[in-house]
C-alpha cells in the first residue's frame, strides 16, 4: 500500500519549457489536492478534485491545469514554466467522509 | 487577513519541556482544526485534529480550540529532540471548506537537548 506517489521527485525546466507532474493514490479517496509550498508562504493550494470527472481553482492556478484521469490519478502541467514556479509541489488525497489530507513525497521543481 | 495564520518561528525550548504553538483564523463558523508535522525535506504529516471547543490529548500532544477568540493551539508535552520540525496548522476555508484546506505558513520547532 504506497498512498500518494508523486513523479518526477526532482525536475529542472528551462523557461518556456512545459511538463506534467504525476499523481496516484491506492487509497480509494474521492477529492485529490495540488499544493505548492514556497519558503515563508505555507502550502498554497492550486487545484483540487473533489471527486472524478471534476476539477477546481485553488489559491493559485494561474500557470497550471489539471487533469483528473481517474479515480487515483490527478496531474498537474505546467505549459510555459516560469522561474516563478520553482517550489515544492505536494499531492494529496482525502477520504470521504474524513477532513484530514494524506501527502505525497513531493516534487521539487526548479525552472531556470 | 490571512484566513489562517502562524508565527514563524524559531521556538526554541530546551528537552524535556513543554513546546507552545500557536495559530489564529479568520472564519468564526469554522468547526474543526488540524496540525500537521513536516521534517525537513519531508511531506506534512497529520498529527493532531480538533472537532469541538475545549482540549483534546493524544499521548504528549494536545490540541485545543478556542471559537470565542478563534485561535487553536498544540502543546507538546516532554519535547524531544525528534520533534523538531515545522508545525502547520489548517483549517478548512471560507469558501471551499474541507475542499480547500487552509494552512498556515508553519512554525518551526527546534528542541535542543
Known amino acids: 500500500n504506497a498512498g500518494v506517489t508523486q513523479t518526477p521527485k526532482f525536475q529542472v525546466l528551462k523557461t518556456g519549457q512545459s511538463m506534467t507532474l504525476q499523481c496516484a493514490q491506492d487509497?480509494?479517496?474521492?477529492?485529490m489536492y495540488w499544493y505548492r509550498q514556497d519558503p515563508g508562504m505555507g502550502l498554497r493550494l492550486i487545484y483540487y478534485s473533489a471527486s472524478e470527472g471534476t476539477t477546481d481553482k485553488g489559491e493559485v492556478p494561474n500557470g497550471y491545469n489539471v487533469s483528473r484521469l481517474n479515480k487515483r490519478e490527478f496531474s498537474l502541467r505546467l505549459e510555459s514554466a516560469a522561474p516563478s514556479q520553482t517550489s515544492v509541489y505536494f499531492c494529496?488525497?482525502?477520504?470521504?467522509?474524513?477532513?484530514?489530507?494524506?501527502f505525497g513525497s513531493g516534487t521539487r521543481l526548479t525552472v531556470v | 487577513q490571512k484566513e489562517v495564520e502562524q508565527n514563524s518561528g524559531p521556538l526554541s525550548v530546551p528537552e524535556g519541556a513543554i513546546a507552545s504553538l500557536n495559530c489564529t483564523y479568520s472564519d468564526r463558523g469554522s468547526q474543526s482544526f488540524f496540525w500537521y508535522r513536516q521534517y525537513s525535506g519531508k511531506s506534512p504529516e497529520l498529527i493532531m485534529f480538533?472537532?469541538?471547543?475545549g482540549d483534546k490529548e493524544d499521548g504528549r500532544f494536545t490540541a485545543q480550540l478556542n471559537k470565542a477568540s478563534q485561535y487553536v493551539s498544540l502543546l507538546i508535552r516532554d519535547s524531544q529532540p525528534s520533534d523538531s520540525a515545522t508545525y502547520l496548522c489548517?483549517?478548512?476555508?471560507?469558501?471551499?471548506?474541507?475542499?480547500?484546506?487552509?494552512f498556515g505558513a508553519g512554525t518551526r520547532l527546534a528542541v535542543h537537548p
Open positions: 494529496a488525497s482525502r477520504e470521504a467522509g474524513r477532513e484530514g489530507y494524506t
Open positions: 487509497m480509494n479517496h474521492n477529492s
Open positions: 489548517a483549517g478548512p476555508s471560507i469558501s471551499g471548506g474541507y475542499n480547500k484546506l487552509i
Open positions: 480538533i472537532y469541538s471547543n
